[in-house]
T-cell receptor
Framework: DAKTTQPPSMDCAEGRAANLPCNHSTISGNEYVYWYRQIHSQGPQYIIHGLKNNETNEMASLIITEDRKSSTLILPHATLRDTAVYYCIDILINDYKLSFGAGTTVTVRA | EAGVVQSPRYKIIEKKQPVAFWCNPISGHNTLYWYRQNLGQGPELLIRYENEEAVDDSQLPKDRFSAERLKGVDSTLKIQPAELGDSAVYLC?????????????FGAGTRLSVL
């Protein structure tokens, strides 16, 4: 069962930053925060992960609060192709069992 | 580089019929996973292979589901006989021998409809 909490849906405007929240109320000290997304009719796609520090890659930025109880995935300039279900997952490094919850359905509107 | 390839993309069968799904992982990826995704939910792991060995099949309903990965490359997931509740998307994923196992590469899935 998923241990994270996400809003069921959110809209954002094309070209604007999309900030996706996630609550990690039961995260343990050695669990990482992972984000995946699933575009309609496709399989999930890895986006980014982090432990304590903020992370950035070519797809997104990840902000993790100091107490690690919440994180925010930032899509800096959302496009229509970013419309997808976004999942945040707490997981030990090298634990292969990805526990996807219901995720957040993000709709980017023109 | 080709991604994870699954076939067929869609399958419609009547209940009690058998069905099989095929997966070819990314070249060089020794770990292969099968997931099931019910409508409106996230994927759930069914089985994990390390090369040709099924190292975790604890979530696979063994009365009707079976899987094989004979040469440690492509894999087949079978259901016999199918039930109405088996309607779902069946996803295959793979991961390389190095790097975290949390990073998995998924195929597009096979959507099964059991009538």
């Amino acid at each position: 069962d998923a241990k994270t909490t996400q809003p069921p849906s959110m809209d954002c405007a094309e070209g604007r930053a999309a900030n996706l929240p996630c609550n990690h109320s039961t995260i343990s000290g050695n669990e990482y925060v992972y984000w995946y997304r699933q575009i309609h009719s496709q399989g999930p796609q890895y986006i980014i992960h982090g432990l304590k520090n903020n992370e950035t890659n070519e797809m997104a930025s990840l902000i993790i609060t100091e107490d690690r109880k919440s994180s925010t995935l930032i899509l800096p300039h959302a496009t229509l192709r970013d419309t997808a279900v976004y999942y945040c997952i707490d997981i030990l490094i090298n634990d292969y069992k990805l526990s996807f919850g219901a995720g957040t359905t993000v709709t980017v509107r023109a | 580089e080709a991604g994870v390839v699954q076939s067929p993309r869609y399958k419609i069968i009547e209940k009690k019929q058998p069905v099989a799904f095929w997966c070819n992982p990314i070249s060089g990826h020794n770990t292969l996973y099968w997931y099931r995704q019910n409508l409106g939910q996230g994927p759930e792991l069914l089985i994990r292979y390390e090369n040709e060995e099924a190292v975790d099949d604890s979530q696979l309903p063994k009365d009707r589901f079976s899987a094989e990965r004979l040469k440690g490359v492509d894999s087949t997931l079978k259901i016999q006989p199918a039930e109405l509740g088996d309607s779902a998307v069946y996803l295959c994923a793979s991961s390389p021998p190095t790097g975290p196992k949390n990073i998995q590469y998924f195929g597009a899935g096979t959507r099964l409809s059991v009538l």
